[in-house]
């Protein structure tokens, strides 16, 4: 069964950063790219980033967050991470991880999402 | 940026109706159309892959079809599980951009 945990969310001032993991379980990770996707209170999905499979050469990165975030993974730790930095209001979201699956194919699996609070 | 367009944007419906969902993309995108269901409080969860293809275990009442730049999702018979918000996606062209939701009601 595949299995997608995040972990490091909470509240952070504006200006912080804070670093978000993702556990991955049931499958092989590093076969799989990856993505970030958030959701704001009470809006719809935006996606974040993305990284490649195996040693994450490709790596893609929405406008509004390109500069201050970084992907990365450890695929001997099976872990996905989003480095924030230069946090604002506008970054409050729940973060889910998320599984693309094999060749062309859009996300399949997705993990419980975390909460990231950017307030003073 | 491609932009993605649902309509409508609700709709409340009865346990065994037909539900049909549009989805519209400003540009071409082949069949590079996902669509995803969303409970409140809960995880996305994918339903469609390939504008068509059924995700493993998703139930045979979800049908897509649709190319190019209209899409359609539609459920069968809804069942009292299915009352949730869906979410097309594109995953032809970075960023890989998400439609504003349909929030299916109970009516």
């Known amino acids: 069964e595949v299995q997608l945990v995040e972990s490091g969310g909470g509240l952070v001032k504006p200006g912080g950063s804070l670093r978000l993991s993702c556990a991955a379980a049931g499958f092989t990770f590093k076969k799989y790219s990856m993505d970030w996707v958030r959701q704001a209170p009470g809006k719809g999905l935006e996606w974040v980033s993305s990284?490649?499979?195996?040693?994450?050469?490709?790596?893609y990165y929405a406008d509004s967050v390109r500069g201050r975030f970084t992907i990365s993974r450890d695929n001997a730790k099976n872990s996905l991470y989003l480095q924030m930095s230069s946090l604002t209001a506008d970054d409050t979201a729940v973060y889910f991880c998320?599984?693309?699956?094999?060749?062309?194919?859009?996300?399949?699996?997705w993990g419980q999402g975390i909460l990231v609070t950017v307030s003073s | 940026d491609i932009r993605m367009t649902q309509s409508p944007s609700s709709l409340s419906a009865s346990v065994g109706d037909r539900v049909t969902i549009t989805c519209r993309a400003s540009q071409g995108i082949s069949n590079y159309l996902a669509w995803v269901q969303q409970k409140p409080g809960k995880a996305p969860k994918s339903l469609i892959y390939?504008?068509?293809s059924l995700q493993s275990g998703v139930p045979s009442r979800f049908s897509g079809s649709g190319s190019g730049t209209e899409f359609t999702l539609t459920i069968s018979s809804l069942q009292p599980e299915d009352f949730a918000t869906y979410y097309c996606q594109q995953y032809n062209a970075l960023p890989f951009t998400f439609g504003p939701g349909t929030k299916v009601n109970i009516k």
């Open positions: 390939a504008a068509s």
């Open positions: 998320a599984r693309e699956g094999d060749g062309i194919q859009p996300i399949d699996y």
């Open positions: 990284i490649s499979s195996g040693g994450g050469t490709y790596i």
